[in-house]
């Protein structure tokens, strides 16, 4: 596993330092002298000193990295089936169509489906404790924006 | 300075200040005490509100969410014998096994006790330590600013869990981040993509709520939990009594714990997680009866509680004194400071006097509604422990969308929280720490601009940063930090190496 994270550490590194780098950082660097000083007080010396930096760690986990079983063996990480995958994949699923749909359907009406839907994702099958939660949690947080804060979440087409 | 001190007082007393401070105190009691929710992630969720308020009200709640959840952790830890937090992990050791021979009450008193004295040791000594050592920062020049920050940069190591690599790609991926967005000094647009959001950078608020928050939602899903199996604290009010003073009969213990604590908290990078074993071990090692330890020792409980809570003044010493967070709480705290226009600092102990004198008063009303809502709260807490994963990480999710959202009204910075919700959480499956992401993140800008700010003034040359006395002191701490690192690791090798050799049986 770190193998291939090293790896992949690796190519974005060579990525960072000779395309990106060079493409999304346009202004040249700033008079401040010459020599070393010169260009470590330009933009460009850092994001390239961290691609070199990101590269020669690549490399060392390319080279010395742990299988996934010694590094779930040292305490790091946590082993990973399907359920929880899709659980994982489900609750990521339900972030993202909020994301999209809330200046679509407004926060009050989105944010109770998606509370319940997580909430069933997680196994919770009280449905009328679920409905009564799912409500007053999302109008709490609607009410506590609006007058507490001044802050109008998004209303949808409802506004 | 008389007028600044009463003035904050004024304000400081104030029913707004105290009533976030309760509330503050209450929630981070709750977070903490719920495993899985932190402190920090608390602090992420709620310090947008905070730039809604007055400093010194946004900054006091800060300050009690931080407080009740370092101690909140204890009251799972005694409970259900699961940490609410990593800070009160070696609480488990002997909370656990008090509350399973029927003396929860004992345990968490003791608790409330320990929790409180090592908190007021550390607010002593913040409030005596930082002006000093802020007067001093004073005379700092960006030279010397770049060094500290520098060496501040060196103890991120310390964070590393078994693979220091990985905690490496972790904090220069923090740094590449940070490097997006508009360059101070240059003007340089960096690392964009033609994204406008992304001109003033990633927004540091969604940035950590989705590490830390949604990050941290992500895992407890894919464990999913349902209810959980908690201890009863029995008795009347007698069976349970600690009193200040059977605390105090532990005073070794007691000293010993705060001077750890406060001393550890001091140092950047060190928390709460590593003082509460120090002192759990220092008191095992000290007592009389170190056999009792593991099965039920009220020591056992003091020691840590003491150690973890004597963290919480400290670690503001180098964010006040430097503006340098020392870990992630202080860094998150420094995201509120900035936005209530406050810029930690030297400079801040002369420009803004009232507000440091609110947050030292702050510090210890905070201190004071952590005892009384703890003891108020001793039994109620074997109800809220059994509130369902399911509704519990539902909510919780909302909350972190609405928090992000709150910054800059935008749904930009959900989409990060988001983003970095899933990146977070892939990183901790991977074993990759978040923690020195986040303190790159907030280090590498003031890192960068210290350096060009230093070359600038020397006209392009690097040897501004060996002739300055200070520079160079924290030049060779920094070198000396990061070869004691590689010693020790090298050591920790071949400790390892040793033992199979010595026990070629052990890997079958």
Not at chain 2, 259 to 264: A, E, H, P, V, Y
Not at chain 2, 398 to 416: E, H, K, P
Request: glycine letters at 12%; a positive charge.
């Amino acid at each position: 596993m770190d193998r291939w994270l090293g790896g992949a550490l690796l190519l974005g590194a060579v990525l960072l330092y000779f395309v990106v780098v060079p493409a999304e950082i346009v202004i040249p660097r700033i008079q401040v002298g010459g020599g070393v000083g010169g260009a470590a007080a330009s933009p460009l010396f850092f994001p390239r000193l961290m691609a070199v930096v990101l590269g020669f760690l690549g490399v060392l986990l390319l080279l010395r990295g742990r299988s996934r079983a010694e590094t779930l063996l040292a305490g790091e990480g946590f082993a990973f089936g399907r359920a929880q995958a899709a659980r994982v994949c489900g609750t990521a699923a339900i972030l993202v169509a909020y994301l999209a749909l809330l200046d679509l359907i407004g926060y009050l009406l989105l944010t109770p489906v998606a509370l319940a839907g997580l909430s069933i994702l997680l196994g919770f099958r009280r449905w009328l404790t679920l409905a009564i939660v799912a409500v007053s949690v999302s109008a709490t947080i609607y009410l506590g924006f609006r007058l507490g804060m001044k802050i109008l979440l998004p209303e949808g087409f409802l506004g | 300075m008389l007028d600044q001190l009463v003035q904050a007082a004024t304000a400081v007393l104030g029913w707004e200040t105290l009533a976030m401070i309760l509330v503050g105190t209450i929630l981070g009691m709750v977070v903490g005490a719920l495993p899985g929710l932190t402190a920090t992630m608390a602090m992420a969720i709620f310090s947008p509100l905070t730039f809604f308020m007055p400093p010194l009200v946004g900054i006091p709640f800060l300050l009690g969410i931080y407080k009740g959840g370092t101690y909140g952790g204890s009251i799972s830890a005694i409970l259900i014998g699961t940490p609410g937090t990593a800070s009160n992990a070696a609480t488990v050791m002997d909370g656990y096994p008090m509350a399973q021979q029927g003396r929860a009450g004992k345990a968490m008193q003791a608790s409330i006790y320990a929790s409180t004295v090592g908190d007021l040791f550390s607010n002593v000594v913040l409030v005596l330590a930082v002006w000093p050592i802020a007067m001093i920062a004073l005379k700092f020049g960006p030279a010397e600013i770049f060094a500290l920050i520098l060496f501040s940069m060196t103890i991120i190591a310390s964070l590393a869990g078994s693979s220091l690599s990985k905690c490496l790609v972790s904090a220069t991926l923090g740094v590449m981040l940070a490097m997006i967005g508009v360059d101070t000094i240059s003007g340089a647009s960096r690392l964009t993509f033609g994204v406008s959001d992304l001109q003033g950078g990633i927004s540091y608020i969604p940035f950590v709520i989705g590490l830390f928050g949604l990050g941290e939602i992500f895992v407890q899903v894919s464990k999913r939990t349902g209810h959980l199996t908690v201890m009863d604290v029995k008795g009347g009010p007698g069976a349970n009594r600690v009193t200040f003073r059977e605390i105090l009969g532990y005073k070794r213990t007691v000293l010993r714990s705060s001077l750890i604590g406060t001393g550890l908290g001091a140092l950047p990078g060190i928390g709460a997680e590593t003082s509460c074993w120090v002192a759990y071990a220092m008191a095992k090692r000290a007592s009389r009866h170190p056999e009792r330890f593991g099965k039920g020792e009220i020591e056992g409980v003091i020691a840590p509680e003491v150690g973890n809570n004597a963290v919480c003044g400290a670690t503001m010493v180098p964010l006040l004194a430097f503006g340098i967070p020392g870990d992630v709480v202080t860094a998150v705290m420094l995201g509120a400071f900035i936005a209530q226009g406050l810029r930690p600092g030297p400079l801040l102990f002369k420009e803004n006097i009232t507000e440091i004198y609110g947050i030292f008063i702050a510090l210890f009303l905070a201190t004071l509604a952590m005892f009384v809502v703890a003891k108020l709260s001793v039994r109620l807490w074997v109800r809220i422990l059994q509130v369902p994963a399911g509704l519990l990480y539902p909510v919780v999710t909302m909350l972190c969308l609405a928090g992000a959202y709150a910054i800059n009204n935008s749904l930009f910075d959900v989409g990060i929280a988001i983003a970095f919700g899933i990146v977070g959480y892939m990183m901790r499956m991977t074993g990759f720490e978040v923690a020195p992401m986040v303190l790159a993140f907030i280090l590498a800008p003031m890192l960068e601009q210290s350096l060009t700010q230093s070359l600038m003034m020397s006209h392009g040359s690097p040897l501004i940063f060996v002739t300055r006395p200070i520079a160079l002191l924290f030049l060779v701490l920094t070198a000396v930090s990061v070869v004691l690192y590689i010693r020790s690791g090298w050591r920790a090798r071949e400790l390892a190496a040793d033992k199979t050799g010595a026990d070629p049986g052990a890997g079958r």
